[in-house]
């Protein structure tokens, strides 16, 4: 994740940096990687081991178009080739620890499948942004460490996006956030910024590409803090003999062990569903707002699919003040282009005349229409919030019923409210009362604050609002036989084996975790051995 701290001098520009923390997938860095928590879709089948050694029969993929260039011309380079011959970094295979992390990903060749087929839509742009610049083609896999490349990720520390922006390094990378459009999960945008702050710290440290990783993640006071304890002790000053956090000592790790996974495929017994040097998507200037179902109409594109090209896009429709342009796939971007022109001005999003009731308020009529209050304000041109009964407002609203906007703030939030309770757990759903704050919350519960944070997907120091609901997994006394636990605060690996009577072992291959995993408060874990079949 990226994060300012420290205050820095560049020039006549204060720049502040700060230690982070790679949570996309809602866990500390020096975890295992695991998947981000909403999965958003089957992915084709993009990588398969090679043992026993028969050809792979991969699944017809939902992104066609990115294979069928090769399946025309077997000989085309493809976009691994390409990361492969740009590679440039030493990935230290005689350390132990990369070593390990390889291992991790070659046992869950079902995760790099994951991987892979959400990256497909992303990576031809980021391996050619990266290419452009120079950078050694390990940068683009670095989304693949922090977020498993998913657009939509968010911690709990309120980072967001593929490259984990927290909101204040994004702010000072010029990524624009408001109600309508949070420009770190826009993949344009945060890859820009994500590559201009790694030059920065590539150059701040002496042209050093791991020690810009780990800055990356740990935040440049850190590492530089720890080159000059090192030049002082008259130590190497190399990112093995540093003295970083944990997370960070892990995270460079992480990314050298991927890099030389997708290197070496056929080494490691897996292999790689070639995936074509075509761009995936066009960007088309749409010279204003407009609705995203209506978007996803005049494309051919289903509105799940708009969403996942432009997850900056945080509501119905895309922001009034900008950014007027979306992502398309490139097949479709010909014919929205043609659409678009022909596209009456009132038809781009629905407006309702509301006319003010008794009892009503800015706040209350923008609920009512999914929108937000500076919204209405625009559209009627008020200068504050006083309405009159009988006031008429135009105001902008949704063309389709929310429910339809599956991928928008609101509707992943209510998704995340109504998940089920893993096996072992019961779902308690918490309406939030006056005085009312995560950490009473959590008491009252007795479970941790972030967990309720990762469980209702929104940061540690998000605001509560009276009547909200919040859900609550609390482990369910009466399921003792149960496969599954909810890990606690101060549990570890062998205090949850002995209290099952099974070994740790057990517990690693059950879950699909590693030994140096760091487990989290409501984290399940499954402590019964999996039924076959």
């Not at 003999?241 to 996974?261: D, F, G, M, Q």
């Not at 800015?362 to 209050?373: D, E, G, Q, Y």
């Not at 008020?382 to 609203?397: A, D, M, N, T």
Request: charge should be positive; include cysteine; glycine fraction near 6%.
């Amino acid at each position: 994740m990226a994060k300012l701290k420290s205050t820095l001098m560049v020039g006549a520009l204060a720049i502040t940096l700060a230690g982070c923390q790679t949570v996309a997938t809602q866990q500390s860095a020096q975890q295992s990687p695991t998947e981000p928590v909403q999965v958003l879709e089957s992915e084709p089948v993009l990588v398969q081991r090679t043992e026993p050694k028969v050809k792979p029969e991969w699944d017809e993929a939902p992104i066609k178009s990115v294979l069928l260039e090769l399946e025309k011309d077997p000989k085309k380079a493809d976009l691994w080739e390409i990361t492969r011959n740009n590679m440039r970094l030493n990935h230290n295979l005689d350390k132990k620890v990369v070593q390990q992390h390889i291992d991790w990903y070659v046992e869950h060749d079902k995760y790099l499948n994951r991987l892979t087929g959400r990256a497909s839509r992303y990576y031809h742009f980021v391996l050619h942004e990266v290419i452009k610049r120079g950078m050694p083609a390990e940068i683009a896999l670095i989304p693949a460490v922090e977020s498993s490349y998913d657009p939509f990720a968010k911690s709990p520390a309120k980072a967001s996006g593929a490259w984990q922006f927290m909101p204040a390094t994004g702010d000072h990378f010029g990524l624009k956030r408001n109600w309508w459009y949070d420009g770190r999960r826009d993949i344009v945008a945060s890859t820009h910024a994500a590559l201009d702050y790694l030059e920065y710290l590539h150059d701040y440290l002496d042209g050093d590409w791991l020690l810009a990783m780990a800055a990356y993640n740990a935040g440049e006071g850190t590492v530089g803090r720890a080159v000059k304890r090192n030049k002082k002790a008259g130590k190497p000053t190399d990112f093995w003999n540093l003295k970083l956090p944990r997370e960070t000592r892990h995270y460079v790790p992480k990314i050298l062990a991927i890099s030389e996974v997708f290197k070496n495929p056929d080494k490691h017994g897996l292999a790689l569903a070639p995936l074509a040097d075509k761009p995936y998507f066009e960007i088309v200037d749409t010279g204003g707002q407009i609705d995203l179902s209506r978007a996803a109409e005049l494309s051919g594109v289903e509105l799940d699919e708009i969403y996942k090209l432009n997850a900056g896009f945080s509501q119905w429709a895309t922001d009034p003040e900008g950014p007027h342009q979306l992502l398309v796939p490139v097949d479709n971007a010909a014919r929205f282009k043609t659409e678009l022109a022909s596209l009456a001005p009132s038809d781009r999003i629905n407006w309702a005349r509301y006319e003010v009731k008794p009892g009503d308020s800015l706040s209350v009529i923008a609920k009512r229409f999914n929108t937000n209050i500076s919204t209405i304000q625009t559209s009627n041109d008020l200068k504050s919030s006083l309405i009159r009964v009988g006031q008429s407002l135009l105001i902008p609203s949704a063309l389709v019923d929310a429910s339809q906007y599956r991928l928008s703030d609101t509707q992943r939030r209510t998704a995340s409210i109504r998940k089920s309770a893993p096996a072992g757990s019961k779902k308690i759903l918490h309406t939030v009362k006056s005085g009312d704050s995560l950490w009473k919350i959590a008491k009252i519960y007795g479970v941790d604050h972030k967990s309720i944070a990762r469980w209702n997907n929104f940061g540690i120091s998000k605001t509560l609002k009276i009547g909200e609901r919040l859900a609550i997994f609390k482990a369910d006394a009466q399921a003792s036989s149960t496969a599954q636990y909810l890990v606690r605060k101060g549990d570890n690996l062998s205090v949850i084996a002995q209290r099952h009577n099974i070994s740790v072992q057990q517990l690693l291959k059950w879950n699909d975790i590693s030994i140096d995993t760091l487990l989290m408060p409501g984290q399940p874990l499954r402590v019964k051995q999996p039924e076959q079949g």
